[in-house]
């Protein structure tokens, strides 16, 4: 598979339901976490606003070949989970959650079946030398599901471009995210934003590099800004006059910056060793000193 093959595979569509019926769609990608040598964390990362607080949630797996390590197209696994909500690990401060893939592997290796999908890996997130390296206006990717929108029979996203609105490396408005401009809509929210450059790669220190190709995750997608359209619409039978207000996206969205998985790392580490989460007045692993209820648990 060529490098642009793993973004198609590397995320799921996520589909939840509410209390009282409603019902909500967004996207995950699969990253691995706590790499250690061989070992790691595979996680589904996705928009807490995504999941949090739903009862019942969907996401789906593409079958592997049985002797090919390539995806069986048209086969996939659609998981579907009580007590979603509760699943997650949600983080302190962002619009992020994750929640650890491996017991839903082993439940299909255990009825004989293995998984096809790219998990991202820590090397993909740029260092702060390679972000402050970038210059402005960079091309982008975003992976993801627009409106639900997908290929549901083989089980694929839909990949749009657009370009950095925003230095990645600066915290737009003092927050750890960026804007970029692409057509973001419902439905993408936890969309992976990659930094995607094919034969050629652009460098503020070296300029111009003809030959090089590279793929980074600059951050994940978690809203965008809409501009409201105003129009009366006139119910004639009664005469009453009515104002309808629709929110139009503006193709801006606001991207976190990806180096906040990592915050993750500390309780998941906890939770790999222990079998179970920190305690709500337990020290937090993330060595604050703080009590996990106050400090990384403060969410959940
Ligand atoms: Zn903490």
């Known amino acids: 598979m060529f490098v642009t093959d793993h973004l198609a595979h590397c995320t799921t569509r996520v589909a ?20 250690e040598g061989s070992n790691a964390i595979p996680v589904l990362v996705t928009n807490r606003h995504v999941v949090k607080g739903a009862v019942t949630g969907r996401f789906w797996f593409t079958l592997r070949k049985p002797n090919a390590n390539e995806p069986d197209y048209g086969k996939h696994h659609n998981f579907e989970l009580d007590n979603f909500s509760q699943r997650w690990l949600y983080h302190k ?30 090397d993909l997130l740029p260092s702060p030398e390679e972000l402050a390296d ?6 982008i990717v975003l992976v993801g599901y627009p409106n639900g929108i997908w290929d549901e029979k083989n089980n694929q996203p839909i990949i749009r ?18 804007v970029i401009d692409a057509a973001c809509f419902n439905g993408s929210s ?14 503020r220190a070296s300029g111009m590099t003809i030959g090089n190709s590279r793929v980074k995750l600059l951050g994940i997608l978690y809203a965008g800004p809409m501009h409201f359209a105003t129009g009366e619409v006139r119910a004639v039978e009664i005469g009453q006059k009515t104002i309808a207000v629709t929110g139009v996206p503006n193709n801006l969205g606001y991207v976190i910056s990806s ?42």
């Open 16 to 35: 939840c339901t509410f209390p009282g019926g409603a019902e909500g769609t967004g996207t995950a990608f699969v990253m691995n976490l706590c790499v």
């Open 93 to 122: 401060t962002l619009d992020l959650a994750v929640m650890p893939l491996q017991p839903f592997i082993q439940q299909g290796q255990n009825l004989g079946y293995s998984y096809f999908f790219s998990p991202l890996t820590p």
């Open 134 to 139: 970038l210059p402005a206006l960079l091309d």
């Open 161 to 178: 471009k657009g370009i950095t609105a925003t230095h990645p490396e600066l915290d737009y408005n003092g927050r750890p995210e960026f």
């Open 190 to 203: 936890g969309s992976p934003v990659f930094l995607l450059e094919l034969g050629r790669t652009v460098s």
């Open 259 to 300: 180096r906040a998985v990592k915050d993750f790392e500390p309780v998941l580490n906890f939770l790999n060793k222990n079998g179970r989460l920190p305690a709500r007045n337990e020290a937090c692993p993330c060595a604050s000193t703080k009590r996990y209820k106050e400090c990384c648990g403060v969410t959940s």
